[in-house]
């Protein structure tokens, strides 16, 4: 049986009419986003559809006509329904607290002040300079975020395939980049597949150095103010309904195996149904019956339990006020730049520090402590703090 990706053929190849004959909405059947009679060219196999999206209802075809199928649905997915909603405020205010509303637009605001911050969206056009630089950043910034939490990303995979494809559909606009500059540094990259009035959020990156802002918060935000410009309709959060994406999301769905089979006679049916079975058994089964079995062995207390990996913070920020520092001899300091810091963490720290102060990065000074390497002062015109940076160390448990 052939396995074919239906978010690929969609997405990346735009071959999805060699496969089906339709594709619209199941909440709104009146939708319609594809709908071809072309005949096909007779083809005798079976396929097996991955990665096909819950919300979407396809007409999956072989020679023309529709054939027998099954269906075994797989992982969770979210979507923002853009059509319900007139603009962003409209969307924000319903689906959060005035309060959290408020708070969301706080964060942009205090980025906006401490840092020259501007935004740039490839849509249509972009230079392969521009591209190879924000992609081997976008790389950069996956990879860094993901080695410390000690996880793994699915896009880097396959990033070189990814890669290859990305600067083409963009210039297509069947993808798009948005990303939030300090300057002319990139600190948050969104790499985005479009197709018709779909966007597919499909991977987003940021520096670890600005985490104390909320770029994700940020991020989101642009993007859909962008998707309501451009007269968008769906904005696919994709797979794993984290928290941040059910603040957002309208509707969870689930992905499914889609197999459609040629029919041929009574023996061709036997592998397909054996494929069905085993997916079936997998994912109706076996995958819920292990989580049910995790959550009983977590309840039951006197069970040995893995213990996770704890990590000891990088720094501690304190505040610092005006008569300590003055009491303290300044010939046993020395001012120096941000990009002078020999410390890993000392970006983060001092993004820290201007994020609580909300003060500008061009009114810091930085002093370094002569008898102590890792400790740090930080001063702003409104605030004073200290950094004293620490060894990271792994620890099991409490």
């Known amino acids: ?10 997405l990346e190849k735009d071959t999805i009419a060699e496969h089906v004959r339709s594709i619209s909405l199941k909440d ?8 071809t009679t072309d005949k096909l060219e007779p083809r005798r196999e079976n396929v097996l559809y991955t990665d096909v999206p819950g919300y979407l209802n396809v007409t999956f075809t072989q020679n023309g006509q529709k054939k027998w199928g099954k269906s075994v649905a797989t992982f969770e997915g979210s979507y923002i329904d853009l059509k319900k909603y007139t603009d962003l405020d409209q969307l924000l205010k319903s689906k959060l607290s005035s309060k959290r509303v408020s708070r969301l637009r706080a964060y942009k605001r205090t980025l906006e002040k401490v840092f020259p911050i501007n ?10 300079r521009t591209y190879e630089n924000l992609m081997n950043t976008l790389k950069q910034m996956v990879t860094s975020r993901f080695d410390e939490k000690q996880m793994s990303h699915m896009a880097l995979t396959e990033w070189d395939r990814f890669k290859e494809l990305g600067k083409g559909l963009i210039r297509e606009k069947k993808a798009s980049l948005i990303v939030i500059y300090h300057g002319d540094e990139p600190i948050h990259i969104s790499f985005n597949y479009i197709w018709k009035q779909l966007v597919f959020g499909y991977v ?9 802002f909320y770029l994700g918060y940020i991020d989101i935000m642009i993007q859909l103010q962008w998707c309501f410009e451009m007269g968008f309709e769906i904005y696919d959060l994709l797979r794993e309904n984290m928290e941040y994406k059910l603040r957002f999301a309208d509707h969870t769905y689930l992905y499914a195996c889609h197999m459609v089979v040629a029919k041929q006679g009574p023996l061709s049916i036997i592998s397909p149904l054996i494929t069905w079975l085993s997916l079936s058994l997998k994912f109706d089964i076996y995958y819920p019956f292990m989580s049910r079995l995790r959550a009983i062995y977590h309840r039951i207390p006197f069970l040995p339990k893995r213990k996770e990996k704890r990590i000891q913070p990088f720094y501690h920020l304190e505040k610092l006020d005006k008569e300590q520092w003055a009491k303290m001899d300044k010939k046993r300091f020395s001012q120096t730049g941000i990009d002078s810091l ?3 963490y000392g970006k983060r ?8 102060s909300k003060d500008k990065l061009e009114h810091l000074k930085i002093y370094t402590s002569l008898d102590d390497e890792h400790s740090i002062i930080l001063e702003c015109p409104n605030s004073l703090g200290k950094v004293v940076f620490k060894n990271r160390v792994e620890k099991h448990g409490k």
């Not at 987003?204 to 104390?212: L, V």
């Open 342 to 344: 020999n410390e890993p």
């Open 349 to 356: 720290a001092i993004y820290h520090f201007l994020y609580l």
């Open 204 to 212: 987003r990156g940021f520096n670890i150095d600005y985490s104390k």
């Open 119 to 128: 935004y740039q969206y490839y849509y249509g056009e972009i230079q392969d």
């Open 28 to 35: 709104d059947p009146n939708k319609v986003y594809l709908n």
């Open 1 to 10: 049986m052939k396995n074919v990706s239906f978010l690929a053929e969609l």
